[in-house]
Every structure is written in structure tokens, then in C-alpha cells.
């Protein structure tokens, strides 16, 4: 059996791109792992034991050279998360956001986390499970999780008023320390 990269190369090209710029977000970082994939083909062509399963192969090679990208980065950023001094979001008022921020640093460091990166750093759920190397189910596990958390921070402490679209309109701390 003899496939050609070059072969592979063609028929996969722009799906392997489109596959992987899915999953990360930067064009240029995308096709650079897809040079690394089809770098990781060609070494590793004749590990291929059957041509009918060259496409699930391929895949493979790319989802694992996602991780390796997510690992990579996450190495190099994998710090305790802060409360971004400026949360961008059209639904906060000036007296709420101490209170956002008090409360969010109540929270678990892996909870706080995922609060920020998928609800304010707007970071998609998918996103955010190939960063932490969890699974997408596993990730929207977190995220509800945290957001009850952080929820129940706010009941147990504040009055918060809102719209009928939930843009909050007042809040009053009660006995707490925000």
C-alpha cells in the first residue's frame, strides 16, 4: 500500500483547515497546526495499516494536534484567574460590578474561571473544554455549575432588580461585603 502525501494533502487541505479554525480562533495559528499535521502524515505514513481508515487517521492527528496547541498555551498562561478590571458587558452598572467582582473572587479558582473566560472574555463553551482538556459536556458541566454558585453568592446577599430582558436595573447590598 502506498499513499502520497501530496495526495492527502489535496483531499484534505481546505477540510483539515476548516476543522481546525473551528476550534481555534486565530487564522494564522490554525494554519500553522495544519503545517504540523500534515508534517505529522508524512513522518508517520507508514503507520497507517489500512487505506479504508486514512480520513478517521487523518482526524486524529489533527484533534490530537489541537490538544497539543491548547496544552502548549495553557502551560504557558495557566495562572490563578483575575477579575478583569473592566468586564465588557452591556448589562452591568457601575454599583453592580463591585459586587460582580467581590463575588466572583469568592468563588473557586476553576470556577471563577470559567465565569470569565465563557461569559465575559466571550471564550465558547467548545473553546474552553479544548483549553482545559476536558470534554464539552464536561465544560458545560462547569460553567452551570460556577453560575450557581456564583448565583447563589447573590441571593444570599444582594436585592438585584431587573428588566424583562434580565439587564440588571439596581441592586442593594445587604449584610455583605461588597
Avoid at 477540510?15 to 473551528?22: C, N, Q, T, Y
Avoid at 473566560?117 to 465544560?139: L, M, N, P
Wanted: aromatic share 8%; glycine share 4%.
Amino acid at each position: 500500500m502506498t499513499i502520497k502525501t501530496e495526495h492527502i494533502w489535496k483531499d484534505f487541505e481546505n477540510k483539515l483547515l476548516g476543522f481546525i479554525k473551528s476550534r481555534v480562533s486565530d487564522n494564522e495559528i490554525s494554519k500553522d497546526i495544519l503545517q504540523d499535521v500534515f508534517v505529522k502524515i508524512h513522518l508517520n505514513i507508514g503507520s497507517l495499516k489500512s487505506t479504508d481508515r486514512l480520513s478517521s487517521w487523518v482526524y486524529q492527528i489533527t484533534r490530537n494536534a489541537i490538544i497539543d496547541y491548547y496544552r502548549k498555551k495553557k502551560i504557558q498562561t495557566d495562572k490563578i484567574p483575575e477579575v478583569p478590571e473592566n468586564l465588557e458587558d452591556d448589562n452591568l452598572n457601575a454599583d453592580f460590578y463591585g459586587c460582580l467582582k467581590s463575588h466572583l473572587n469568592q468563588l473557586s479558582e476553576q470556577d471563577k474561571k470559567a465565569i470569565i473566560q465563557t461569559s465575559y472574555k466571550k471564550v465558547s463553551q467548545k473553546d474552553f473544554a479544548i483549553q482545559e482538556g476536558i470534554s464539552y459536556t464536561a465544560a458545560k458541566s462547569r460553567v452551570q455549575r460556577a453560575r450557581k454558585k456564583l448565583n447563589d453568592l447573590f441571593v444570599g446577599c444582594c436585592q438585584i432588580q431587573t428588566d424583562k430582558y434580565g439587564n440588571i436595573i439596581s441592586s442593594e447590598n445587604e449584610d455583605c461585603n461588597c
